[in-house]
């Protein structure tokens, strides 16, 4: 039994690494040297008490404003920030005709605060045909609006997600960032999923994604995704219901993102939205079981002395490292520790569900459900 569990977990580990080595071949990357867009862009960045870390990220949008047509707008939303988020803007903003301020309205009964932010934005740029939604923690490069917008057009699809390289200092950041993009480039199907409209077949991140405005307002924009805590991933699954197209794509040299700066800061992000991400508990507990079998049981027996789970373990590692050198990420040390980064992704899992069943969860002061 124990032989047979070996094998079998070996051989998928190996298959799942091969996967993403095709993967890595196919992921899109945004041009280096993108032309001005040749229509309006409409940036958008909702802010809720950033005061402490936005000041980056807002220097960075105006300096990536330059590079596109002079009616490209930067639109920030202060979503009932207490901490003096909007003087903030303010001050950095100076004069800028480009940049404006607009105060943020109470949520309506059934939004969460995510959705209610981005609606309302969405809605005061009525005149772009593209959105590009930035989070507060993300520096963008220069180029990166102009090269979303080219990205997003030459593509032909309706939504580009360039996701960024996750910045990981602490030893928890270490051993969960790295998991977002190894996830979706070890397990998603690049190109298929792109153009599937199964909800299983899904990535995106809202730190950086694009939209064809057309497409954002067919999909009925957040207002279709007003509830979900993954506002990002339900909108592509939106706009793909509504006959569109999109997915995720390399933003390694578009921007960067630091999510979190301690562990309770990184606990309470995941906690807040991994029950959501598998759909069910069963559903869960299946995926994170059988992630933890494939990269956990193959060390197990490599520690007991098999060549089969060694070559297993070996497997794993690899595609942990494959992922990292393409997106900017620590390759060693914290490659080796890849088994232990994903049993502690099952842990938050698990404690996200415990937060969701007792509603307990909370984000920037706001209950979740």
């Known amino acids: 039994m124990r032989r047979a569990l070996t094998w079998t977990?070996?051989?998928?580990?190996?298959?799942?690494?091969?996967?993403?080595?095709?993967?890595?071949?196919?992921?899109?990357?945004?041009p280096a040297r993108p032309a001005p867009p040749a229509e309006r862009v409409g940036v958008l960045l909702p802010l809720r008490d950033e005061a402490h870390r936005v000041e980056p990220a807002l220097r960075a949008l105006i300096r990536a404003l330059d590079q596109c047509r002079p009616d490209t707008t930067l639109t920030v939303l202060d979503d009932e920030s207490t901490d003096g988020t909007a003087d903030l803007v303010r001050r950095v903003a100076g004069h800028d005709p480009r940049v404006t301020l607009?105060?943020?309205?109470?949520?309506?009964?059934?939004?969460?605060?995510?959705?209610?932010?981005?609606?309302?934005?969405?809605?005061?740029?009525?005149?772009?045909?593209?959105?590009?939604?930035?989070?507060?923690?993300?520096?963008?490069?220069?180029?990166?609006?102009?090269?979303?917008?080219?990205?997003?057009?030459?593509?032909?699809?309706?939504?580009?997600?360039?996701?960024?390289?996750?910045?990981?200092?602490?030893?928890?950041?270490r051993l969960i960032q790295p998991l977002l993009q190894w996830s979706w480039l070890t397990t998603l199907p690049l190109r298929i999923?792109?153009?599937?409209?199964?909800?299983?077949?899904a990535a995106a991140n809202g730190q950086l994604l694009a939209v064809d405005a057309a497409a954002y307002r067919a999909a009925g924009g957040h207002a279709a995704v007003r509830a979900e805590v993954l506002d990002?991933?339900?909108?592509?699954?939106?706009?793909?219901?509504?006959?569109g197209t999109g997915g995720v794509t390399d933003g390694t040299h578009l921007a960067t993102c630091r999510m979190y700066d301690d562990?309770?800061?990184?606990?309470?992000?995941?906690?807040?939205?991994?029950?959501?991400?598998?759909?069910?508990?069963?559903?869960?507990?299946a995926a994170m079981g059988g992630l933890s079998l494939v990269y956990g049981w193959p060390l197990v027996a490599a520690l007991g002395g098999s060549p089969v789970g060694a070559i297993g373990y070996a497997a794993g590692v690899l595609g942990r490292v494959m992922v990292a050198r393409r997106t900017g990420g620590q390759v060693l040390p914290d490659s080796l520790a890849h088994p232990v980064s994903i049993g502690l992704l099952a842990w938050l899992t698990a404690q996200s569900w415990r937060g969701r069943r007792r509603r307990t969860l909370t984000w920037k002061g706001r209950q979740l459900g």
Not at 12 to 26: C, E, G, I, Q, Y
Not at 109 to 122: E, N, V
Not at 232 to 243: H, I, N, P, S, T
């Open 102 to 173: 607009v105060a943020g309205t109470p949520r309506p009964p059934g939004w969460l605060g995510k959705p209610w932010a981005c609606a309302q934005l969405a809605e005061v740029t009525i005149d772009s045909t593209v959105l590009v939604f930035v989070d507060a923690d993300v520096v963008v490069e220069p180029h990166a609006i102009a090269a979303c917008v080219q990205q997003l057009r030459e593509t032909g699809l309706s939504l580009v997600s360039p996701y960024p390289r996750q910045r990981a200092v602490t030893p928890a950041e």
């Open 263 to 285: 562990w309770a800061s990184l606990r309470e992000g995941y906690t807040k939205s991994l029950w959501s991400a598998f759909g069910s508990p069963p559903a869960s507990a």
């Open 232 to 243: 990002d991933l339900a909108l592509l699954r939106a706009v793909k219901a509504a006959g």
């Open 9 to 30: 977990t070996t051989l998928a580990s190996v298959a799942l690494t091969a996967h993403t080595l095709v993967n890595l071949r196919l992921l899109r990357t945004p």
């Open 193 to 201: 999923a792109e153009r599937s409209p199964r909800p299983s077949l």
